[in-house]
């Protein structure tokens, strides 16, 4: 497996780009019109938007739409895959104010600028809480362009969009509850990980780009993808939380070793723990501790893999890329639609090199 983007990925990634482009510059246009301080929010959204990222969401959207049928030229399943972009960028904004993130893709976060720009220029009241009250509100602003640009749409496909966004928020809940109460069961942080990521970078997309498409037989087409996006989006957020453990920050855009100090209830944790002996579930106890060393993370890291849970978990995400693949073999007709989705079922869960 590889770890570089296949072709299917970048050349929908690259017309994202120009939609996103152009759907930002409308709005950099018309609000510094109505006050000059209107310029920093709009740039901020398209500094994390356009400041990186795989684009797989669009891409899932675009080949399931190809695959039932779409043309591949429509400019509307491009727009429509650019809104689940501005949607994930919402997700962000929120997410590093909850997560206390300082860093982002090697920049500071939003909250973060803000905040040091309100201490540096005096203003009156918290620096943090001005910082974090702007960035929610910025995440806010791109939730609402998100909706903009997904546009008109069928009532099946606005339901599949009304999902995802629900489900994102449950997800985001269950995952700060879980840091809190140092969750460790593996029933809970698997729900948390299919809900807070799997299912909105694979499953749903999955479903917007194939309804998108018209197809003639709804609830079997539902299904159908469900049974390519469950296992992968869950096999895709397994990778993420092994590289938020193990990985290179360049390749992650989050410092290695946030997600034990903050105690993250993943499915790599979870097994971890079960398989861990006493005086490794004593090392195992630190996790959630915000003063985490670099030496006391690389004890941890010692431990899921000498218990044997990364290893269990290296095994777990193989089997559910297998499970997605055969689902894709299954039910695609040969062709470029079904090489470009097992494409990205082998790049989602690549290992990183």
Same mark, same amino acid.
């Given at each position: ?145 998100? @909706? ?147 030496? @006391? ?57």
């Amino acid at each position: 497996m590889s770890s570089v983007p296949p072709p299917q990925l970048t050349s929908v990634a690259q017309k994202v780009e120009q939609c996103l482009d152009a759907a930002i510059r409308t709005h950099e246009v018309r609000w510094p019109i109505l006050d000059k301080d209107l310029t920093l929010p709009v740039q901020e959204i398209r500094r994390l938007t356009l400041s990186g990222g795989k684009r797989l969401r669009p891409a899932f959207a675009y080949w399931a739409f190809v695959a039932l049928g779409g043309d591949p030229a429509d400019e509307r399943i491009i727009e429509v895959g650019s809104a689940i972009e501005l949607l994930h960028g919402f997700a962000l904004f929120h997410d590093d104010i909850m997560d206390g993130a300082d860093s982002r893709r090697g920049v500071p976060t939003t909250h973060v600028t803000l905040a040091q720009r309100h201490e540096t220029e005096r203003w009156a009241g918290e620096s943090r809480r001005f910082g974090e009250g702007a960035a929610i509100l910025i995440g806010d602003l791109a939730f609402v362009m998100a @909706d903009e640009l997904f546009g008109e749409v069928s009532k099946d496909v606005r339901h599949v969009w009304n999902e995802l966004r629900l489900e994102l928020n449950i997800g985001q809940y269950l995952d700060m509850l879980g840091s809190a109460r140092h969750e460790r069961r593996r029933e809970v942080a698997d729900r948390i990980c299919r809900y807070k990521s799997g299912k909105y970078t694979v499953e749903r997309p999955l479903h917007i780009g194939a309804l998108m498409a018209h197809p003639n037989d709804v609830p079997e087409t539902v299904m159908m993808l469900s049974r390519i996006g469950l296992p992968l989006g869950d096999a895709f957020q397994m990778r993420d939380d092994v590289l938020g453990v193990f990985g290179d920050s360049t390749i992650t855009g989050k410092p290695v070793g946030n997600d034990l100090r903050e105690g993250k209830p993943t499915p790599l944790l979870a097994h971890a723990f079960e398989m861990a002996n006493a005086a490794q579930k004593e090392i195992l106890s630190t996790v959630g501790h915000e003063e985490l060393s670099a030496e @006391d993370v690389a004890r941890i890291q010692t431990v899921i893999v000498e218990c044997g849970a990364l290893a269990d978990m290296e095994t777990l995400i193989d089997d559910l890329r297998r499970q997605s693949v055969d689902a894709i073999t299954a039910s695609i007709p040969t062709g470029e639609a079904r090489d470009a989705l097992i494409a990205l079922a082998m790049y989602v869960t690549a290992r990183a090199t």
